[in-house]
């Protein structure tokens, strides 16, 4: 974007970019291309929540590098990641000036009935359209996706993935929940069943599943694998840690120090205490058997 460029401007978190966000930039992009303005989305680097009340306080879907991919996926170009901590303390009046006016020659404004913006914030929709007559741009309002009678927000994707209810996340999603991460050294026990697994560490940022096991997908290079994935703890340098540990069937090698990345396509069953190892292998046969039968749907 050249800072000449006349622009339409989205504001918001898009933690996930679900299907309700998804529906605001599809708004965003179409007008922009009636209008003859570039399409800008204006987010932040971290979540308001945690930079007001500590890192972690609200686990995200989503990380800069996977929003990146989705807007790009999604034909926008034009991402701003702004450090919350630079406008946080802005009256919505100077943040719309100042940023949106003067810095990104804002024309239109496409935001969600429900966004905030500035200091405590103070800004919503209808002091946007206020100012939108003082400064000579427009304001299109863009009502809440409803899904089944639900609307479709970042806090219902939440609430799906900590329930282990991944096939409604990945409905509201429009795609599957994704974790990606670099394989660690684990304790190697799998390989001795028969099922050699590849451990990813959880991030403190990260909204983990409801603890269990998932039919997965894993992909190794682009290369997808039918999968299953374990979600609890485990120690590591003497703490107590989340990780997600994943059996990637018919895979052959190794996959230490590799980046993967794991769809999580249902939940198949909680965790069991078992009496043998010969216990253990039984149940670990009849999850691959029944990873092997469940038929990948697009959500």
């Known amino acids: 974007m050249e ?37 800008v989305v204006y987010t932040f680097l ?25 807007f790009s996926e999604l034909g926008l170009d034009t991402v701003i990641f702004e450090a919350f901590e630079n406008v946080k303390d802005r009256m919505p009046e100077d943040f719309v000036k100042q940023v949106l006016v003067d810095k990104l020659h804002m024309k239109l404004a496409v935001v969600g009935e429900n966004n905030r913006f500035g200091k405590n914030s103070a800004g919503d929709a209808a002091l946007l359209s206020r100012l939108g007559e003082q400064y000579g741009f427009s304001v299109h309002v863009v009502k809440p996706l409803l899904m089944n009678g639900v609307v479709c927000s970042s806090s219902e ?14 409905q509201l999603l429009g795609r599957p929940y994704r974790f990606t991460g670099t394989v660690i050294t684990g304790k190697k026990l799998g390989r001795t069943y028969g099922f050699p697994t590849a451990n990813i560490l959880v991030p403190e940022w990260r909204l983990t599943p409801k603890y269990g096991v998932y039919a997965t997908t894993a992909y190794v290079a682009g290369v997808p694998y039918q999968a299953i994935t374990n979600v609890g703890t485990t120690s590591f340098d003497k703490v107590k840690i989340e990780r997600v ?18 769809d999580f396509l249902r939940w198949m069953r ?14 670990l046969e009849s999850d691959r058997e029944d990873r092997l039968n469940i038929t990948e749907v697009e959500p």
């Open 270 to 283: 909680g965790f069991v205490s078992y009496q043998s190892v010969k216990d253990l292998e039984k149940q």
């Open 157 to 170: 994707v939440r609430n799906a993935v900590i329930d282990g209810s991944i096939g409604l996340a990945n």
């Open 46 to 70: 971290k979540h308001p929540i945690n930079c007001l009340k500590g890192e972690g306080t609200l686990k995200t879907i989503t990380d800069k590098a996977q929003k990146e991919e989705i």
């Open 245 to 262: 540990e994943t059996h990637l069937i018919g895979f052959d090698g190794d996959l230490y120090g590799q980046t993967i990345t794991i």
């Open 3 to 39: 800072n000449t460029d006349r622009t339409a401007v989205t504001i918001g978190n898009f933690d996930g970019i679900h299907k309700g966000h998804q529906k605001l930039l599809q708004n965003l992009k179409t007008l922009s291309k009636q209008e003859h303005l570039t399409p």
